[in-house]
């Protein structure tokens, strides 16, 4: 799945991923991979502006950290972030619903 596919969903879709815990850039790249069965193999360059975009939000915080003797900026969601991803999938769930009526079968019309 292209980048340009997720537009205007790609900010939900990271703040869900950081629901679980706070992550370094590249495990953020490999839990959308892996929770999306390899469908979202986003490039650093999708990701990175994105994550900072989030942080200049408050959704995100983001600090330095060593993992295995190399420094990571490790980012966390946030009070505000919280609220977005609930407020984000809000919407989520009404557009789908409303986009189902029309793209999901349903039952045969009468007549």
Same mark, same amino acid.
């Given at each position: 799945?292209?980048? @340009?596919?997720?537009?205007?969903?790609?900010?939900?879709?990271?703040?869900?991923?950081?629901?679980?815990?706070?992550?370094?850039?590249?495990?953020?790249?490999?839990?959308?991979?892996?929770? #999306?069965?390899? @469908?979202?193999?986003?490039?650093?360059?999708?990701?990175?502006?994105?994550?900072?975009?989030?942080?200049?939000?408050?959704?995100?915080?983001?600090?330095?950290?060593?993992?295995?003797?190399?420094?990571?900026?490790?980012?966390?969601?946030?009070?505000?972030?919280?609220?977005?991803?609930?407020? @984000?999938? #809000?919407?989520?769930?009404?557009?789908?619903?409303?986009?189902?009526?029309?793209?999901?079968?349903?039952?045969?019309?009468?007549?």
């Amino acid at each position: 799945m292209k980048a @340009q596919a997720l537009h205007g969903h790609l900010d939900a879709l990271l703040l869900a991923v950081l629901e679980r815990g706070a992550l370094h850039g590249y495990a953020i790249i490999e839990a959308l991979r892996a929770r #999306s069965e390899g @469908q979202l193999d986003l490039p650093t360059g999708t990701v990175y502006p994105a994550l900072r975009r989030l942080e200049r939000a408050g959704h995100v915080a983001s600090a330095w950290s060593t993992v295995n003797g190399r420094e990571r900026r490790t980012y966390e969601l946030t009070d505000t972030g919280r609220r977005a991803l609930a407020d @984000q999938r #809000s919407g989520w769930r009404e557009f789908s619903a409303t986009v189902g009526r029309f793209l999901d079968p349903g039952p045969a019309p009468a007549g």
